[in-house]
């Protein structure tokens, strides 16, 4: 079923899918290298982009978009061709490219790049200030692209393996990016490098720059794979309310090792960045602009009083460090990958430190955000997202999974199993599929196709008759016969509905289902 009825451009699908200007090559290493000038909003420098041979063609893609310019690009101090098509660019290399040799090519590009209008979900670059006229800087560009800042192999199939980052700041500001920081140099006038060194594969749009006027703390957390370093960088007025709410992220890190395995970025250490914006997973670098409150922006989004427990974006920014960065979605389309199992660590994360209880209500709590208007699953190839569904009606979704397995062990042993399976790998949904069928026993292909591929929510119709009670599916996709935990004449009991009617004999009309399945029930 198409989401909508968007007509796809050219444009999308240069942006979107593996052109074969994109298939030939395997990136390796990037190294970006840029200075960033407040004073008129404009960034120059260029990027290193380091690449395996697949096969042996000499035209490749690399993306910017609009604003920006790519000035020169060489290789091997030769300057080389460049064809624009929009906002992907086609450079003909000069050099033979042997299968299997590790080659080069450095994109010179500057400009002012797009505002961000709504970071994050509207990104680019936020120009602020902070509260003492300091600049305050940020990027953020998950959809629209790591390609709005920076020259790239802007697709999420193809993951760079390590990356360097290094920029230039106005004198007594520092940047922040992934990884660690290898180096400081200070320029005759003050300005500075910082340079940030990432040894794990990372999405183009976890890549960020965020400058100001920063201090740090830090702290050692004995973590699965043994001591990991915890970073903490905010503004310096922030300091003491900081050292306050950021006590949520060793829990977090607790919680979650617990249900997803081993932080998975151990090599570069964990960061929280304060932003002006709300914040974004960016690997090893998860940006924070939650006021230093709990909930969302003070809010609980499950309006059942659990989600004022936690600091929502520590939380959520942080679980996607294993679901969005560890197992990345390889075609945007796929983003429930992502937003599903992330959204669904929420209740988990209550479930460590309040109890089951406490964890599905919160869960069930945020049903009322799903709209059920489109699919979770988006349109392939053309860097289309599905419905914002994808959050809470696939952690529902995940909720109602769990209870089908009815093995809290076995589902967490799933969990972190995904993480081990899947690591550091981009993948499709049918992968997931696969592996949540294998790894839970039960054949889970009409389940997905009902929650993740249909908008219509299983509807449990059911009749009483003198002594009997009567029920079946509606509203579902062919297949789909998901038993679910009901309570009838005070006994909690399974009952298997398909779409004919089954009967059962009873003594009385007082029915309860489970609410922890993610369906409706209609009394005929
Ligand atoms: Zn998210």
């Known amino acids: 079923m198409l989401s909508d009825k968007k007509i796809f451009t050219h444009q999308d699908t240069l942006r979107g899918s593996i052109t074969p200007e994109r298939a030939w090559w395997d990136l390796t290493y990037y190294h970006l290298n840029i200075e960033v000038k407040p004073e008129n909003k404009y960034i120059s420098g260029k990027n290193t982009i380091q690449y395996t041979v697949l096969e042996p063609k000499n035209v490749l893609q690399i993306d910017l978009q609009d604003s920006l310019k790519i000035t020169k690009v060489t290789q091997d101090g030769k300057i080389l061709q460049v064809i624009d098509d929009g906002n992907a660019h086609f450079i003909t290399l000069t050099k033979t490219q042997r299968k299997g040799a590790v080659n080069a090519i450095d994109v010179y590009y500057e400009g002012n790049p797009k505002v961000a209008i709504k970071a994050p979900w509207d990104g680019g670059f936020s120009w602020k200030k902070d509260d003492k006229g300091n600049d305050f800087i940020a990027t953020s560009c998950q959809g629209l692209g790591a390609s709005v800042w920076w020259p790239c192999k802007d697709h999420m199939y193809d993951e760079v393996d390590s990356m360097d980052i290094s920029v230039t700041t106005p004198k007594n500001l520092m940047d922040v990016s992934n990884g660690r920081l290898t180096d400081t140099k ?94 974004m997973e960016h690997q090893s670098s998860v940006t924070y602009g939650n006021k230093f409150e709990n909930g969302y922006l003070g809010r609980d989004l499950s309006g059942t009083g659990w989600g004022l427990k936690f600091d929502f974006i520590i ?181 298997h509905p398909t779409t004919a009617w089954k009967t059962q004999t009873v003594a009385s009309k007082a029915l309860e289902i489970d609410p922890d399945f993610y369906v409706e029930y209609k009394k005929l």
Do not use: C
Not at 228 to 242: H, T
Not at 415 to 444: A, C, P, W
């Open 315 to 495: 939380v959520h920014e942080s679980g996607h460090e294993w679901f969005a960065n560890n197992i990345t979605d390889i075609d945007i389309a796929d983003m429930w990958i992502h937003e599903s199992f992330t959204a669904y660590s929420e209740n988990l994360f209550l479930d460590y430190y309040y109890g089951k209880e406490a964890a599905a209500e919160y869960v069930i709590g945020t049903r009322k955000s799903i709209l059920n208007n489109k699919p979770i699953i988006g349109v392939y190839g053309v860097n289309s997202e599905g419905s914002g569904d994808m959050y809470y009606k696939g952690a529902n979704m995940l909720h109602t999974l769990r209870q089908l397995i009815q093995d809290d062990e076995k589902w967490r042993q799933i969990l972190r199993g995904m993480n081990k399976t899947f690591y550091h790998q981009t993948v499709n949904t049918k992968q997931i599929e696969d592996y949540l069928s294998e790894s839970t026993g039960i054949d889970l292909t009409a389940f997905f196709n009902q929650y993740l591929r249909d908008i219509r929510v299983p509807t449990l119709e059911y009749k009483f008759e003198k002594d009997k009670f009567k029920y079946h599916w509606t509203n579902i996709v062919s297949g789909f016969e998901m038993p679910i935990q009901i309570t009838l004449d005070g006994k909690e009991q399974w009952i």
């Open 186 to 279: 200070t320029l005759s006038d003050g300005r500075k490098t910082y340079t940030w060194s990432v040894k794990n594969p990372i999405n183009n749009y976890g890549v960020n720059v965020n400058i100001g006027d920063y201090v740090h703390f830090s702290e050692v957390y004995p973590g699965e794979k043994g001591p990991l370093d915890m970073n903490y960088y905010v503004l310096r007025d922030n300091l003491k309310k900081a050292k306050k709410q950021f006590k949520d992220a060793p829990k977090m890190m607790k919680a979650f090792e617990h249900w997803f395995g081993p932080y998975p970025f151990y090599e570069d250490g964990y960061k929280l960045v304060e932003v002006p914006y709300l914040g």
